[in-house]
């Protein structure tokens, strides 16, 4: 073996145990596995996992706040500041700005990150050739996938479409669009699914961002979504609006969401800082089935002045204002940061023999306590490779 990890938890109240790696991947899973490796590591007792699943951020657009200011805190003035902003834009700054938060991240514990990224009139192609330098530099420590967003609608622009074809040609994994920034909604979300369609990836829609209570796009979502048969392969993120609906409207667009295996994702600081403390009934919907996501969107721009990249921040911060106190409570929103956006991105999702080496130590026993505690990540390995290491602090005099 190349690498032994040694007494881990995998699971709640499970004894410590060995991880044998292996040419990259795991090849031995003991409480006592052989001297045999070329390189040892003492995992002190800590969870292991295969990292937290960022499944929606915008790397493009962070660390822009200082060029913005933070006067009008609005979803309206932030868009408008970003759209006059992007057309500034260089291949450089956006691949180094990307770099700075996508090492936070990484030393935060993130191992995959899904990064929407603009291409439309404003910003052409060149936010996508910065980013996809920069997740071929950053490949060793973690997997960045690229959704081709189209933030400022769709309909209205002329070569909307050929922009996003050309960023799925480039590289770009999947599509994503906007409707409440769309003249026409319904069409938008008619042109993004056929083109999700034609390239065989998957569709990621931010949606309902607004506490209006009238003129969801939702239903026409769900029933276009079961109509062309693209259950499953659609994500919608924000969706805001739900939580103010009566309960019986919410009832009716929550079940039809779990019939089209529509994933739901919340993100709090977002949601929270521009919507006065609203997000989407994550909870009650996981409750009922349905695949739930939590991320974190923007970092220090004017979407979301805040951010470090430590995505369990966004499971304790979602914890702490839903009320969620109970283990499985906690367990469940772990599971929002780590398994449910793994499958939904379709990489592996448990610590098992003959998956990837890709494996993050937190100083917790289990899951709940992690999120509880906002427990520090002390080290993470890429397919079998070293990535970061944080050492537990040392008093140095006790009491």
């Not at 003991?30 to 951020?57: N, Y």
């Not at 933070?70 to 260089?90: P, Q, V």
């Not at 669009?177 to 008619?190: A, H, K, L």
């Amino acid at each position: 073996m190349d690498l032994i990890i040694r007494n881990v938890r995998l699971t709640p109240h499970a004894a410590p145990l060995d991880i044998g790696v292996t040419a990259g991947r795991i090849t031995a899973l003991h409480p006592d596995i052989p001297r045999t490796a070329a390189v040892e590591h003492d995992g002190g007792g800590c969870l292991a996992f295969p990292g937290f699943v960022e499944s929606h951020i915008h790397l493009d657009k962070a660390a822009t706040l200082h060029r913005c200011g933070t006067e009008d805190a609005s979803l309206a003035a932030a868009i408008r500041k970003i759209t006059e902003l992007k057309a500034t834009f260089t291949v450089q700054d956006v691949h180094d700005r990307g770099a700075r938060v996508l090492r936070d991240a990484i030393t935060h514990g993130t191992t995959v990150m899904q990064s929407f990224v603009e291409v439309d009139h404003a910003a052409g192609l060149r936010s996508l050739e910065g980013l996809l330098a920069l997740a071929e530099e950053a490949r060793h420590a973690i997997d960045l996938r690229l959704c081709a967003f189209a933030q400022d609608g769709l309909t209205q622009h002329a070569d909307g479409e050929a922009l996003l074809e050309e960023a799925l040609r480039l590289g770009a994994r999947s599509i994503g669009g906007c409707p409440y920034t769309d003249p026409d909604p319904q069409e938008q979300i008619r042109r993004i699914l056929a083109l999700a369609a034609r390239h065989d990836c998957d569709a990621d829609f931010h949606i309902d961002f607004d506490l209006d209570p009238t003129a969801s796009a939702l239903p026409f979502l769900i029933r276009h979504v079961l109509e062309t048969g693209y259950r499953g392969r659609v994500v919608i993120g924000h969706a805001t609006k739900l939580s103010i609906l009566p309960t019986d409207e919410q009832t009716a667009i929550l079940d039809g969401l779990l019939a089209a295996d529509i994933m739901l994702t919340a993100l709090p600081a977002t949601d929270l800082f521009l919507m006065r403390g609203s997000m989407a009934p994550l909870m009650r919907y996981a409750r009922m089935g349905g695949r739930c996501a939590l991320a974190t969107n923007n970092i220090v721009n004017p979407f979301t002045p805040f951010g470090d990249g430590n995505l369990l921040r966004m499971g304790n911060l979602f914890a702490n204002i839903t009320g969620a106190t109970t283990d499985a409570d906690l367990a469940l929103i772990w599971d929002m940061l780590t398994t449910s956006p793994a499958s939904s991105l379709g990489v592996p999702a448990a610590i098992t023999e003959g998956a990837p080496a890709d494996i993050v130590l937190i100083d917790a026993p289990d899951p709940a306590t992690a999120v509880r505690e906002l427990r520090p990540v002390l080290g993470g390995w890429k397919a079998g490779v070293w990535t970061f290491v944080r050492h537990r602090p040392e008093m140095k005099a006790s009491f």
